[in-house]
């Protein structure tokens, strides 16, 4: 069983900065691709920015140089550093990662979720 936790969401006005972390426990033995993924009411969840094993990054076209994506293996966790932040990016922010259990099994889980408001 794997567990991720994120945090760091809340109330930011627009321009504003957050910085949301995730931290993967359990029974990991490695992990591949760690991710962070956004929803609104009615709409389904859409990627927002990727991070391999190895370091590479991909971004949604609509936060692309105004958020970052960074992953600390040692510690498992991944961080989304998001600046100049808009009201459309308003959602609930969700971690996601795949990988290998200590059996050798692949595996892929979701956090819980964050609240992300931005409004004057």
């Known amino acids: 069983q794997v567990q991720l936790v994120e945090s760091g969401g809340g109330l930011v006005e627009p321009g504003g900065s957050l910085r949301l972390s995730c931290a993967a426990s359990?029974?990991?033995?490695?992990?591949?691709?760690m991710s962070w993924y956004r929803q609104t009411p009615g709409k389904q969840r859409e990627l927002v920015a990727l991070?391999?094993?190895?370091?590479?990054?991909n971004y949604a076209d609509s936060v692309e140089g105004r958020f970052t994506i960074s992953r600390d293996n040692a510690k498992k966790m991944v961080y989304l550093q998001m600046n100049s932040l808009k009201p459309e990016d308003t959602a609930v922010y969700y971690c996601?990662?795949?990988?290998?259990?200590?059996?050798?099994?692949?595996?892929?889980?979701w956090g819980q979720g964050t609240q992300v408001t931005v409004s004057s």
């Open positions: 991070i391999t094993r190895g370091g590479s990054t």
């Open positions: 359990g029974s990991i033995s490695d992990i591949n691709n």
């Open positions: 996601n990662a795949d990988g290998w259990n200590t059996w050798g099994t692949r595996w892929t889980y």
